[in-house]
């Protein structure tokens, strides 16, 4: 086999988890023998995570932050709190475990402060407890020139419920990875995500979830918009195993194209080998509405305005999982104020 010629960004990464164990030894094997994946692999295919971390060529550091502190590498939450991941220019690393109580109820507030040039690889571990419920609402505004890559591994155990609401506005490459097992059995998972990317910006959301019980809910929706030269990445797959038996799940994805050089790429799947379930999937695309359109300004509002609140009416729907009021509002504010910025 031949040697591979190394991107700055690739020898950063290795030389950075050098004596690594557990999860990061086999990263560090990864990119040795393969290097950062490209569009030649199939799970990222519309993403080319080597190319985007182009000039990345220095290492960096990543903070986790639990309401403003340094965050224990394992922590059991039974109380709301804000996470912030928080990230220098360069290429760094960092990862985290939360677990949540058999009975508890939790608001995991997390935020994304990612600095421009910076390339951090972000996992979290996240366990649900018999019974428990963690709303985790996610908000990822970063510089265009960062790369975020965040990869959340979810256990959801019998009669827990876990809900996620994601907004991302992009940036050079940003990859939102949710990897759940599901233990059916009473459990629900919500999945809202939100994407609105200005030109030159990239959102990937890629999801997973497994079920292995029977009895399990999991539905999905995500919404996306995007302007010229930005692109926009769904990959969802629910796998449904033998013992799964009465299984509810639904995927949707839609997007709008808010101009004819955007690109979205769409792939839902449903990987199922039981015989007594509902599964559905969906993905539709489009544009604005220019009936609607016509009909606002006639009413006497400025088409950049119009237009703010015809994209806005269209992407708020996801973030309707959030069950803080306030929370909720706080979100939708930031998607308002962007639109506002771009439309």
Request: hydrophobic letters at 40%; charged letters at 25%; aromatic letters at 4%.
């Amino acid at each position: 086999m031949g040697v591979i010629s190394r991107t700055p960004a690739e020898q950063a990464l290795i030389d950075l988890l050098d004596g690594a164990e557990d999860w990061r030894a086999a990263a560090r094997q990864a990119v040795i023998e393969h290097g950062l994946p490209t569009k030649r692999a199939e799970a990222w295919k519309w993403s080319d995570l080597r190319r985007a971390s182009q000039g990345i060529d220095q290492a960096g550091e990543t903070r986790i932050l639990l309401s403003g502190k340094p965050a224990p590498a394992t922590i059991t939450l039974d109380a709301d709190t804000d996470l912030t991941i928080e990230a220098d220019a360069g290429v760094s690393v960092g990862s985290f475990e939360i677990e949540i109580a058999a009975g508890a109820s939790v608001t995991l507030n997390e935020v994304h402060s990612i600095a421009a040039d910076a390339f951090p690889n972000i996992r979290l571990e996240i366990s649900l407890g018999e019974g428990a419920t963690l709303e985790r609402v996610i908000r990822s505004d970063v510089p265009i020139e960062a790369v975020p890559v965040v990869r959340s591994r979810i256990r959801v155990a019998k009669r827990a419920t876990y809900r996620q609401a994601t907004l991302s506005f992009g940036s050079k490459l940003s990859r939102h990875e949710t990897h759940i097992t599901h233990a059916g059995e009473g459990a629900a998972v919500h999945l809202g995500g939100v994407y609105l990317l200005e030109e030159g910006r990239h959102a990937d959301f890629t999801s997973t979830v497994t079920h292995t019980g029977p009895g399990g809910v999991t539905h999905q929706l995500v919404k996306g918009a995007a302007m010229a030269h930005a692109q926009g990445v769904f990959q969802g797959k629910f796998k449904v195993e033998q013992a799964a038996q009465q299984t509810d799940a639904k995927m949707t994805h839609r997007a709008l194209m808010l101009d004819e050089r955007a690109e979205i790429d769409a792939k839902p799947e449903l990987e199922i080998y039981a015989d007594d379930v509902q599964c559905a999937h969906g993905n539709a695309l489009g544009a604005i509405d220019e009936t609607a359109l016509f009909y606002m300004r006639q009413r006497g509002l400025s088409e950049i305005k119009a237009r703010a609140m015809l994209i806005e009416s269209f992407l708020a729907e996801p973030l309707d999982i959030i069950s803080d009021e306030a929370l909720r509002e706080e979100v939708s504010d930031l998607l308002r104020k962007r639109l506002g910025e771009i439309a």
